[in-house]
């Protein structure tokens, strides 16, 4: 038997290899049989939907997510690396409670060693579920229910305004959308608030290549995969203007993509590590230090696109009918400079900053079964 019967506090880590496996399907219905929590990485948060989403792991991941696996006993990693922007710098601090069983097609990725009595599977992911579908195993509903009130009670944090437009836009899109997200801040807000509709829907990532520039080409890559249909394109200023020229595809092709910029003015991810590493010595990043960001809305309808700019997140209901409708569009969103990406965690340790109520985190820890009270 695969799975440690023993287990109290189980929860199943889901990675990018159950897209390239196919396994999509089987672990939701896997997940259903035993309400098991389901965590994901970056990579593949679009695996888990709608309310059941959790969020993902890693440096900067969702604060419950990682609190959920500090708390967890039994890890089973699918299709996932685990690679040192999801457990961290010093490998004792993951999971520290818990037994690791780990499965991946990739025997090179196994042979990098996480806990020293780990179990592992070279098996392609579909493969492994099946096999795991077919044992007995309990229903672990009080554990999930609880991981979900935790989720509840830490869903008034780590809301910065890069996050609150994610929530929005989430709001706006249509059931089974195809969103196509840059990298950068935006692609971290994104995965960790950007919550799809149905269960069919995707969210392409340019994942471990961090291309700045691919949101706009892989949006027209999928449109025009999927017979021109509707694609949200989701980036940031700096993403955008890499690769700005495509918006010529976009009018040539005659593709209903959504662009929908997060305009902070800064190349965020850069200027957050100059302004923390390097005395907030910026270069090249921000207004003031050699970066500037043109009139996209000048831009797009100079290429014959219609575009708008939104003065902040909460304008985007004055624009909900070009959500649906079957024309391009572009929409620069407007937030605060200074807006952050959080929360993070600590590099050399699996502490979570920023710190948060006391009193609600040993309440959650609690809750978790993390801390005796």
Not at 109 to 130: G, M, N, Q
Request: charged share 25%; glycine share 8%; hydrophobic share 40%.
């Amino acid at each position: 038997m695969i799975f440690h019967s023993t287990s109290k506090k189980p929860i199943l880590i889901a990675g990018n290899g159950v897209h390239s496996a196919g396994a999509e399907k089987i672990l939701l219905e896997f997940a259903e049989k035993t309400n098991i929590p389901v965590l994901t990485t970056m990579n593949a948060v679009d695996l888990i939907q709608a309310d059941d989403k959790l969020g993902f792991i890693g440096v900067y991941g969702n604060r419950v997510a990682n609190m959920i696996v500090n708390a967890s006993d039994l890890v089973i990693s699918i299709g996932a690396r685990l690679g040192l922007r999801q457990i961290g710098n010093i490998k004792e601090y993951f999971a520290p409670n818990a037994k690791l069983i780990r499965v991946d097609i990739d025997e090179y990725e196994l042979s990098r060693t996480i806990k020293e009595d780990e179990e592992k599977y070279l098996e392609d992911a579909k493969e492994f579920l099946t096999r795991l579908m077919a044992e007995d195993i309990s229903d672990y509903s009080d554990w999930k229910n609880k991981c979900y009130e935790a989720k509840s009670i830490l869903s008034e944090y780590d809301r910065e305004p890069g996050n609150l437009c994610m929530e929005k836009i989430s709001e706006l899109l249509p059931e089974d959308a195809k969103v196509a997200v840059d990298v950068g801040q935006t692609l971290c807000w994104a995965a960790q608030s950007l919550t799809l509709k149905g269960k069919d829907g995707r969210l392409f990532i340019g994942g471990s290549y961090g291309s700045m520039g691919c949101g706009l080409p892989m949006a027209i890559g999928a449109s025009i995969s999927d017979n021109k249909k509707s694609v949200f394109c989701v980036t940031g200023d700096g993403g955008l203007q890499m690769n700005i020229q495509e918006l010529q595809a976009v009018v040539t092709e005659k593709l209903p993509i959504k662009i929908l910029v997060i305009n902070n003015h800064v190349l965020g991810k850069i200027s957050e590590i100059q302004e923390k590493s390097y005395g907030s010595r910026f270069a090249q990043t921000t207004e003031g230090s050699g970066y500037g960001v043109p009139d996209f809305v000048k831009v797009a309808e100079a290429y014959g696109i219609k575009a708008t700019n939104a003065d902040g997140y909460r304008e985007l209901d004055k624009y909900k009918d070009w959500f649906t409708d079957d024309d391009a569009c572009l929409i620069s969103i407007e937030i605060p400079s200074d807006s952050k990406l959080i929360p993070k965690v600590n590099w050399n340790s699996n502490e979570i900053l920023p710190a948060i109520d006391d009193v609600v985190e040993q309440k959650v820890k609690r809750m978790l079964g993390d801390e005796i009270e």
